[in-house]
């Protein structure tokens, strides 16, 4: 019986032997000498161009030559993601500035990368010298690269298409954009020199949102709710064509805004339908707008659901094809507590020692009643004379004030989100010893395989990933507000495009975040510096399939107080339970006695929320930066089959989505 292999027929042509081995048919494929046959496509292909690189699952790419100027091993980041699963994925590469050259390797390295490659054997003893800082990549100017001729004069701009090729380059291009990285110290304690650090940090704090604000932002909630906006843009086959589905959906919202302003307040309501024109009202628009992304870096907690759709509106109205049909911008710069002062010329305020007083945190916790007190009374009275001593101008007491105050807000947040780690940075080091486990209930000691690990550390091992991490953790939470900003900027960037791809949890906006990355590999350096040492791998993932895109990387890392507060409030209330005799038998008889138990409770977070699992392959889990994250929350989710989970119970203990 004939068999037809393809919708082309294949004439068997003999071999010497009079056989036809080589040719693509069943029965060849079947045979003793399958290893013979090849597709006949491969053959075209080979005869067509023998000097073409090889593209197979089992070939290599082809080397690209790392740039002048940037590191050789930050070439290679996965950004764009793939078409369809069966092709090789689209990159697009973000090149970290070189800082430093290794005189063994003759290779040029971004810190990072440098200690990542030297940690140990032989090249741990390569001496690496800085780079001079005139040896500096092509200049840049407005978050794109540019080519300048030698006489001076800049490169016509060539017509941009919609290809895959086109994207890539933009985003590369993009990525080379110059980024403030420069981190900030420690906080100055009461009584020491400010110096310029309130001034650098309040770049990035948000400017609290007084009581008309606020009143603005439920309406933009509101509307945010009701609206279906992903829902119809984010899909695949639909009747308009996307810019103009964009743009109808914008103008629907806008809609909506107007009709709930008209009905909080009448006046104002008729101001905006007077023209009955979307542009005349663009200042209006774009304040609302950025009232919701003020509110929301300042509250993480907030807006939820929301955010989401209004980030991803702003992304679309960013297009050129979409700003053109829209006839106007709904964009504009969060208002910062730099930017209000610097505009009235009272930065110096940032420079008193009184702003130390002024913003600090006041805690009840071991303290009487009566220092408590006299601390408020020296907060307040410190900023009723910031507030009187420079006002000014168009900036009256109450807006120094509201200043203050959301500086005073950061501070909040620090310690909400920041604080958690270092509380467990310090359980780490009281309970378990750096090195070596006194016994099997204090080692730390992971084995892959083993209820559910993916790594395979010896206690000293997994006391220095379980400290750098934790370290890393505190970092990004110390800077998440810049972290946020420039987040922003990448999502809201002209110039670099998002795709719509299936990552696997669905479609998602995969897009290129290049001043995000930067900072964190700025941040990764700081930590590694920090620990000394690093174990596992320091691979940020940003625009790929596990982290699409800035949105999903803040949002992935403004959930850590979420997994750590609880467990310190657990801990910190064990003791206040065992004052009670029924609890304490409790306590004594199932683990021996209260230092056990917490040991016990520490010992398994320790182990299991940090062993490489929670993915659903070897592949999106393990040792990554991002996949350290991962394996917490799912120790999270098994917190219920855990037997000390009673404890956590009677603490008060709700879940890691309530309120605590």
Same mark, same amino acid.
């Given at each position: 019986?004939?068999?037809?292999?393809?919708?082309?027929?294949?004439?068997?042509?003999?071999?010497?032997?009079?056989?036809?081995?080589?040719?693509?048919?069943?029965?060849?494929?079947?045979?003793?000498?399958?290893?013979?046959?090849?597709?006949?496509?491969?053959?075209?292909?080979?005869?067509?161009?023998?000097?073409?690189?090889?593209? +197979? !699952?089992?070939?290599?790419?082809?080397?690209?030559?790392?740039?002048?100027?940037?590191?050789?091993?930050?070439?290679?980041? /996965?950004?764009?993601?793939?078409?369809?699963?069966?092709?090789?994925?689209?990159?697009?590469?973000?090149?970290?500035?070189?800082?430093?050259?290794?005189?063994?390797?003759?290779?040029?390295?971004?810190?990072?990368?440098?200690?990542?490659?030297?940690?140990?054997?032989?090249?741990?003893?390569?001496?690496? $010298?800085?780079?001079?800082?005139?040896?500096?990549?092509?200049?840049?100017?407005? +978050?794109?690269?540019?080519?300048?001729?030698?006489?001076?004069?800049?490169?016509?701009?060539?017509?941009?298409?919609?290809?895959?090729?086109?994207?890539?380059?933009?985003?590369?291009?993009?990525? $080379?954009?110059?980024?403030?990285?420069?981190?900030?110290?420690?906080?100055?304690?009461?009584?020491?020199?400010?110096? &310029? !650090?309130?001034?650098?940090?309040?770049?990035?704090?948000?400017?609290?949102?007084?009581? +008309?604000?606020?009143?603005?932002?439920?309406?933009?909630?509101?509307?945010?709710?009701?609206?279906?906006?992903?829902?119809?843009?984010?899909?695949?086959?639909?009747?308009?064509?996307?810019?103009?589905?964009?743009?109808?959906?914008?103008?629907?919202?806008?809609?909506?805004?107007?009709?709930?302003?008209?009905?909080?307040?009448?006046?104002?309501?008729?101001?905006?339908?007077?023209?009955?024109?979307?542009?005349?009202?663009?200042?209006?628009?774009?304040?609302?707008?950025?009232?919701?992304?003020?509110?929301?870096?300042?509250?993480?907690?907030?807006?939820?659901?929301?955010?989401?759709?209004?980030?991803?509106?702003?992304?679309?109205?960013?297009?050129?094809?979409?700003?053109?049909?829209?006839?106007?911008?709904?964009?504009?710069?969060?208002?910062?507590?730099?930017?209000?002062?610097?505009?009235?010329?009272?930065?110096?305020?940032?420079?008193?020692?009184?702003?130390?007083?002024?913003?600090?945190?006041?805690?009840?916790?071991?303290?009487?009643?009566?220092?408590?007190?006299?601390?408020?009374?020296?907060?307040?009275?410190?900023?009723?004379?910031?507030?009187?001593?420079?006002?000014?101008?168009?900036?009256?007491?109450?807006?120094?004030?509201?200043?203050?105050?959301?500086?005073?807000?950061?501070?909040?947040?620090?310690?909400?989100?920041?604080?958690?780690?270092?509380?467990?940075?310090?359980?780490?080091?009281?309970?378990?010893?750096?090195?070596?486990?006194?016994?099997?209930?204090?080692?730390?000691?992971?084995?892959?395989?083993?209820?559910?690990?993916?790594?395979?550390?010896?206690?000293?091992?997994?006391?220095?990933?379980?400290?750098?991490?934790?370290?890393?953790?505190?970092?990004?939470?110390?800077?998440?507000?810049?972290? !946020?900003?420039?987040?922003?900027?990448?999502?809201?960037?002209?110039?670099?495009?998002?795709?719509?791809?299936?990552?696997?949890?669905?479609?998602?906006?995969?897009?290129?975040?290049?001043?995000?990355?930067?900072?964190?590999?700025?941040?990764?350096?700081?930590?590694?510096?920090?620990?000394?040492?690093?174990?596992?791998?320091?691979?940020?993932?940003?625009?790929?399939?596990?982290?699409?895109?800035?949105?999903?990387?803040?949002?992935?890392?403004?959930?850590?107080?979420?997994?750590?507060?609880?467990?310190?409030?657990?801990?910190?209330?064990?003791?206040?339970?065992?004052?009670?005799?029924?609890?304490?038998?409790?306590?004594?008889?199932?683990?021996?006695?209260?230092?056990?138990?917490?040991? &016990?409770?520490?010992?398994?977070?320790?182990?299991?929320?940090?062993?490489?699992?929670?993915?659903?392959?070897?592949?999106?889990?393990?040792?990554?930066?991002?996949?350290?994250?991962?394996?917490? /929350?799912? /120790?999270?989710?098994?917190?219920?089959? $855990?037997?000390?989970?009673?404890?956590?119970?009677?603490?008060?203990?709700?879940?890691?989505?309530?309120? /605590?």
């Amino acid at each position: 019986m004939a068999v037809n292999t393809s919708s082309a027929s294949i004439e068997p042509t003999l071999q010497p032997d009079g056989s036809t081995s080589g040719n693509f048919t069943l029965e060849n494929i079947l045979g003793t000498n399958h290893e013979a046959v090849e597709h006949p496509r491969l053959k075209e292909k080979d005869s067509g161009d023998a000097t073409e690189p090889g593209h +197979g !699952w089992d070939e290599e790419s082809a080397v690209r030559p790392a740039a002048d100027g940037f590191c050789v091993e930050c070439e290679g980041v /996965w950004l764009i993601g793939s078409d369809r699963m069966d092709e090789v994925e689209l990159t697009a590469y973000i090149d970290q500035p070189a800082q430093v050259v290794c005189d063994t390797c003759v290779d040029n390295y971004c810190e990072v990368c440098f200690a990542a490659q030297h940690r140990k054997g032989s090249r741990k003893k390569h001496i690496a $010298k800085p780079i001079p800082s005139s040896a500096k990549p092509r200049s840049v100017q407005n +978050g794109v690269a540019e080519d300048v001729k030698k006489n001076g004069e800049q490169e016509n701009d060539v017509e941009m298409d919609d290809s895959d090729e086109e994207l890539d380059r933009i985003s590369i291009e993009a990525s $080379k954009a110059p980024v403030s990285t420069q981190l900030l110290g420690a906080q100055p304690t009461i009584g020491s020199k400010v110096g &310029e !650090w309130f001034v650098d940090r309040s770049k990035y704090i948000p400017l609290r949102l007084t009581y +008309g604000e606020r009143k603005y932002l439920r309406l933009l909630d509101a509307a945010l709710q009701v609206s279906e906006y992903t829902d119809k843009i984010d899909t695949l086959g639909f009747g308009l064509s996307k810019p103009k589905r964009i743009v109808h959906q914008i103008r629907e919202l806008c809609a909506i805004l107007s009709g709930l302003v008209l009905a909080a307040d009448y006046k104002q309501g008729q101001e905006l339908f007077t023209d009955r024109d979307f542009q005349s009202n663009a200042d209006f628009y774009q304040t609302i707008f950025e009232l919701g992304r003020r509110h929301k870096i300042m509250n993480p907690d907030k807006m939820r659901t929301t955010y989401g759709k209004l980030i991803y509106l702003l992304q679309d109205s960013q297009s050129p094809d979409v700003r053109d049909m829209l006839s106007f911008s709904c964009v504009k710069p969060i208002v910062s507590v730099y930017t209000v002062l610097e505009e009235k010329d009272a930065l110096d305020m940032l420079r008193d020692d009184l702003i130390m007083v002024a913003t600090q945190e006041i805690y009840s916790e071991g303290r009487s009643k009566r220092e408590v007190q006299r601390d408020i009374k020296n907060k307040e009275r410190a900023i009723e004379t910031l507030a009187s001593k420079y006002q000014r101008s168009g900036l009256n007491q109450e807006q120094v004030r509201q200043c203050v105050y959301s500086i005073g807000d950061n501070h909040a947040f620090l310690r909400t989100n920041r604080d958690p780690c270092e509380k467990m940075i310090t359980y780490l080091k009281q309970y378990f010893h750096p090195t070596q486990a006194k016994d099997n209930k204090s080692s730390l000691a992971i084995r892959s395989g083993k209820q559910g690990a993916r790594l395979s550390h010896d206690h000293a091992k997994q006391y220095a990933y379980v400290l750098q991490s934790l370290t890393l953790w505190r970092e990004i939470l110390h800077d998440m507000f810049r972290l !946020w900003s420039l987040a922003e900027q990448d999502l809201l960037a002209e110039n670099v495009p998002y795709r719509l791809r299936d990552t696997g949890q669905g479609l998602n906006r995969v897009q290129a975040a290049p001043k995000t990355f930067r900072m964190m590999h700025t941040i990764l350096h700081r930590a590694q510096q920090s620990v000394g040492t690093w174990i596992g791998s320091s691979a940020i993932h940003m625009g790929d399939h596990n982290v699409p895109n800035a949105l999903m990387f803040i949002d992935k890392y403004s959930q850590i107080y979420r997994i750590l507060l609880p467990i310190c409030n657990t801990l910190s209330q064990i003791p206040s339970l065992a004052e009670k005799p029924a609890l304490r038998s409790y306590i004594e008889d199932d683990f021996g006695s209260i230092d056990n138990c917490m040991r &016990e409770i520490l010992c398994d977070f320790f182990q299991h929320g940090f062993d490489g699992s929670g993915a659903d392959n070897f592949f999106d889990a393990g040792s990554c930066i991002d996949g350290r994250l991962t394996s917490a /929350w799912n /120790w999270c989710a098994q917190l219920e089959k $855990k037997r000390y989970f009673p404890v956590f119970l009677l603490t008060g203990f709700v879940g890691f989505d309530g309120d /605590w």
